[in-house]
Protein backbone atom coordinates (compact mmCIF):
# COMPACT_ATOMS: atom_id res chain seq x y z
CA UNK A 1 0.00 0.00 0.00
CA UNK A 2 1.10 3.97 -0.33
CA UNK A 3 1.83 5.78 2.12
CA UNK A 4 3.52 9.27 2.71
CA UNK A 5 4.41 10.07 6.35
CA UNK A 6 5.53 14.02 7.51
CA UNK A 7 6.28 13.45 10.71
CA UNK A 8 6.87 16.81 11.71
CA UNK A 9 3.63 18.80 12.27
CA UNK A 10 4.87 22.48 12.78
CA UNK A 11 8.31 23.87 12.25
CA UNK A 12 8.85 27.25 13.69
CA UNK A 13 12.11 29.14 12.75
CA UNK A 14 13.26 32.76 12.67
CA UNK A 15 14.06 34.28 9.36
CA UNK A 16 17.12 33.39 7.63
CA UNK A 17 17.61 29.99 9.60
CA UNK A 18 17.76 26.80 7.00
CA UNK A 19 14.64 24.69 7.71
CA UNK A 20 14.50 20.77 6.43
CA UNK A 21 10.60 19.28 5.94
CA UNK A 22 11.08 15.73 6.12
CA UNK A 23 9.04 13.00 4.21
CA UNK A 24 9.10 9.58 3.98
CA UNK A 25 7.05 7.64 1.59
CA UNK A 26 6.17 3.63 1.04
CA UNK A 27 5.56 1.91 -1.89
CA UNK A 28 5.53 -1.25 -3.84
CA UNK A 29 6.17 -0.26 -6.97
CA UNK A 30 9.22 0.58 -9.04
CA UNK A 31 7.62 3.31 -10.74
CA UNK A 32 6.58 6.06 -8.66
CA UNK A 33 6.37 9.55 -8.52
CA UNK A 34 6.88 12.04 -5.90
CA UNK A 35 5.58 15.63 -5.50
CA UNK A 36 6.30 18.92 -2.95
CA UNK A 37 2.93 21.60 -2.92
CA UNK A 38 2.99 24.41 -0.75
CA UNK A 39 -0.26 25.64 0.40
CA UNK A 40 -0.19 29.23 2.08
CA UNK A 41 -2.52 31.11 4.10
CA UNK A 42 -4.46 32.13 0.72
CA UNK A 43 -5.30 28.49 0.30
CA UNK A 44 -4.45 27.47 -3.02
CA UNK A 45 -1.90 24.42 -3.44
CA UNK A 46 0.91 25.23 -5.31
CA UNK A 47 3.29 22.85 -7.60
CA UNK A 48 7.02 22.76 -6.51
CA UNK A 49 8.74 20.08 -7.55
CA UNK A 50 8.48 16.08 -9.42
CA UNK A 51 10.82 13.61 -8.98
CA UNK A 52 10.29 10.35 -10.58
CA UNK A 53 11.51 7.10 -9.06
CA UNK A 54 14.33 6.41 -11.17
CA UNK A 55 16.00 9.92 -11.14
CA UNK A 56 18.31 10.33 -7.56
CA UNK A 57 19.93 13.36 -8.36
CA UNK A 58 19.27 16.23 -6.02
CA UNK A 59 17.75 19.81 -7.46
CA UNK A 60 18.05 23.08 -6.15
CA UNK A 61 16.01 26.15 -7.44
CA UNK A 62 17.20 29.13 -5.81
CA UNK A 63 16.43 29.34 -1.93
CA UNK A 64 15.10 25.60 -2.37
CA UNK A 65 16.49 21.82 -2.67
CA UNK A 66 15.74 18.69 -2.48
CA UNK A 67 17.35 15.35 -1.34
CA UNK A 68 15.88 12.14 -2.71
CA UNK A 69 17.32 8.83 -1.40
CA UNK A 70 15.79 5.49 -2.18
CA UNK A 71 17.52 3.82 0.10
CA UNK A 72 15.83 5.37 2.98
CA UNK A 73 12.46 5.80 0.90
CA UNK A 74 12.88 9.76 1.39
CA UNK A 75 12.31 13.01 -0.26
CA UNK A 76 13.09 15.54 2.47
CA UNK A 77 12.87 19.57 1.13
CA UNK A 78 15.26 22.15 2.57
CA UNK A 79 14.56 25.76 2.51
CA UNK A 80 18.32 27.87 2.72
CA UNK A 81 17.97 31.36 4.20
CA UNK A 82 13.96 30.84 5.25
CA UNK A 83 12.03 34.55 4.90
CA UNK A 84 8.41 35.18 6.22
CA UNK A 85 6.91 34.36 2.83
CA UNK A 86 7.70 31.00 3.19
CA UNK A 87 5.14 30.46 5.53
CA UNK A 88 3.17 28.16 4.56
CA UNK A 89 2.05 24.20 5.01
CA UNK A 90 3.98 22.16 2.87
CA UNK A 91 2.80 18.17 1.49
CA UNK A 92 4.86 15.61 0.42
CA UNK A 93 2.94 13.46 -2.09
CA UNK A 94 3.24 10.23 -3.97
CA UNK A 95 1.79 8.64 -7.05
CA UNK A 96 2.02 5.33 -9.42
CA UNK A 97 1.48 5.43 -12.76
CA UNK A 98 -2.17 5.86 -13.73
CA UNK A 99 -3.10 6.56 -9.71
CA UNK A 100 -4.31 9.66 -7.99
CA UNK A 101 -2.17 11.23 -5.30
CA UNK A 102 -1.24 10.31 -1.90
CA UNK A 103 -0.68 13.03 0.45
CA UNK A 104 1.08 13.11 3.66
CA UNK A 105 -0.76 15.10 6.49
CA UNK A 106 1.21 18.51 5.86
CA UNK A 107 4.16 20.17 7.56
CA UNK A 108 2.62 23.94 8.99
CA UNK A 109 6.17 25.98 8.61
CA UNK A 110 5.84 29.07 10.65
CA UNK A 111 9.10 31.31 9.81
CA UNK A 112 9.30 34.54 11.77
CA UNK A 113 10.75 38.00 11.23
CA UNK B 1 -2.98 30.76 -19.05
CA UNK B 2 -5.86 30.31 -17.21
CA UNK B 3 -5.41 28.04 -14.18
CA UNK B 4 -7.99 25.86 -12.45
CA UNK B 5 -11.33 27.25 -11.67
CA UNK B 6 -14.02 26.02 -9.40
CA UNK B 7 -17.16 27.25 -8.61
CA UNK B 8 -18.82 28.29 -5.73
CA UNK B 9 -16.13 29.44 -3.93
CA UNK B 10 -18.08 29.21 -0.62
CA UNK B 11 -21.38 27.07 -0.11
CA UNK B 12 -23.47 26.89 3.00
CA UNK B 13 -26.33 23.87 2.81
CA UNK B 14 -28.73 22.50 4.93
CA UNK B 15 -28.38 18.93 6.01
CA UNK B 16 -30.34 16.67 3.55
CA UNK B 17 -30.01 18.92 0.30
CA UNK B 18 -27.73 18.33 -3.07
CA UNK B 19 -24.95 20.53 -4.04
CA UNK B 20 -23.37 20.45 -7.34
CA UNK B 21 -19.76 21.94 -7.52
CA UNK B 22 -17.88 22.79 -10.43
CA UNK B 23 -14.30 22.75 -12.13
CA UNK B 24 -12.97 24.03 -15.35
CA UNK B 25 -10.27 22.60 -15.63
CA UNK B 26 -6.82 23.54 -17.59
CA UNK B 27 -7.67 23.88 -21.41
CA UNK B 28 -6.32 20.27 -23.22
CA UNK B 29 -5.55 18.89 -19.97
CA UNK B 30 -6.61 15.47 -20.16
CA UNK B 31 -6.84 14.42 -16.00
CA UNK B 32 -8.95 15.58 -13.69
CA UNK B 33 -8.84 15.20 -9.88
CA UNK B 34 -11.13 15.81 -7.19
CA UNK B 35 -9.83 15.64 -3.43
CA UNK B 36 -11.19 16.95 -0.63
CA UNK B 37 -9.06 18.57 2.48
CA UNK B 38 -10.68 18.50 6.24
CA UNK B 39 -9.01 19.14 9.57
CA UNK B 40 -9.31 15.30 10.44
CA UNK B 41 -8.64 13.86 7.62
CA UNK B 42 -6.06 15.91 5.29
CA UNK B 43 -6.08 16.30 1.72
CA UNK B 44 -8.36 12.73 0.03
CA UNK B 45 -8.72 11.64 -3.02
CA UNK B 46 -12.27 11.10 -4.26
CA UNK B 47 -12.40 10.21 -7.97
CA UNK B 48 -10.39 10.88 -11.08
CA UNK B 49 -11.44 11.18 -14.46
CA UNK B 50 -8.02 10.37 -17.59
CA UNK B 51 -9.30 10.87 -20.73
CA UNK B 52 -12.50 8.87 -21.96
CA UNK B 53 -11.69 5.95 -19.76
CA UNK B 54 -13.89 4.67 -17.03
CA UNK B 55 -12.91 7.10 -13.68
CA UNK B 56 -11.48 5.81 -11.13
CA UNK B 57 -14.14 6.29 -8.32
CA UNK B 58 -12.41 4.07 -5.31
CA UNK B 59 -11.76 7.71 -3.03
CA UNK B 60 -15.86 8.43 -3.09
CA UNK B 61 -16.37 7.97 0.83
CA UNK B 62 -20.37 6.62 -0.19
CA UNK B 63 -22.87 6.65 -2.83
CA UNK B 64 -24.38 9.64 -2.26
CA UNK B 65 -21.09 11.35 -3.78
CA UNK B 66 -21.12 11.07 -7.55
CA UNK B 67 -18.62 13.14 -10.46
CA UNK B 68 -18.99 13.58 -14.18
CA UNK B 69 -16.97 15.08 -16.54
CA UNK B 70 -18.64 16.56 -19.60
CA UNK B 71 -17.16 16.61 -23.05
CA UNK B 72 -13.37 16.27 -21.28
CA UNK B 73 -13.59 19.10 -19.71
CA UNK B 74 -15.89 20.84 -16.97
CA UNK B 75 -16.16 18.29 -13.97
CA UNK B 76 -19.31 18.60 -11.49
CA UNK B 77 -18.95 17.20 -8.03
CA UNK B 78 -22.97 15.99 -6.71
CA UNK B 79 -23.22 15.41 -3.04
CA UNK B 80 -26.85 14.25 -2.20
CA UNK B 81 -28.84 14.27 1.16
CA UNK B 82 -25.38 16.43 2.30
CA UNK B 83 -24.28 15.22 5.83
CA UNK B 84 -22.53 17.89 8.21
CA UNK B 85 -19.22 15.50 7.61
CA UNK B 86 -19.48 16.46 4.16
CA UNK B 87 -17.93 19.83 5.43
CA UNK B 88 -14.75 20.18 4.13
CA UNK B 89 -12.77 22.56 1.16
CA UNK B 90 -13.06 20.30 -2.33
CA UNK B 91 -10.49 20.84 -4.74
CA UNK B 92 -9.82 19.89 -7.94
CA UNK B 93 -6.94 19.49 -10.38
CA UNK B 94 -6.01 18.57 -13.77
CA UNK B 95 -2.90 17.67 -15.10
CA UNK B 96 -1.53 16.75 -18.83
CA UNK B 97 -0.59 13.23 -19.41
CA UNK B 98 -1.11 10.42 -17.79
CA UNK B 99 -2.52 10.70 -14.69
CA UNK B 100 -0.21 10.10 -11.52
CA UNK B 101 2.57 10.79 -14.32
CA UNK B 102 2.58 14.36 -14.15
CA UNK B 103 2.30 17.39 -11.26
CA UNK B 104 -1.70 17.76 -10.51
CA UNK B 105 -2.36 22.16 -10.78
CA UNK B 106 -5.27 22.63 -8.16
CA UNK B 107 -7.68 25.12 -8.33
CA UNK B 108 -8.59 27.27 -5.40
CA UNK B 109 -11.49 25.19 -3.88
CA UNK B 110 -15.16 25.12 -2.99
CA UNK B 111 -15.75 25.78 1.13
CA UNK B 112 -19.05 23.38 1.71
CA UNK B 113 -20.42 23.77 5.17
CA UNK B 114 -22.95 21.62 6.16
CA UNK B 115 -25.48 23.37 8.85
Known amino acids: AQKVTQAQTEISVVEKEDVTLDCVYETRDTTYYLFWYKQPPSGELVFLIRRNSFDEQNEISGRYSWNFQKSTSSFNFTITASQVVDSAVYFC??????????FGQGTTLQVKP | GAGVSQSPSNKVTEKGKDVELRCDPI?????LYWYRQSLGQGLEFLIYFQGNSAPDKSGLPSDRFSAERTGGSVSTLTIQRTQQEDSAVYLCASSDGLAGSYEQYFGPGTRLTVT
Open chain 2, 27 to 31: SGHTA
Open chain 1, 93 to 102: ALSEVISKLI
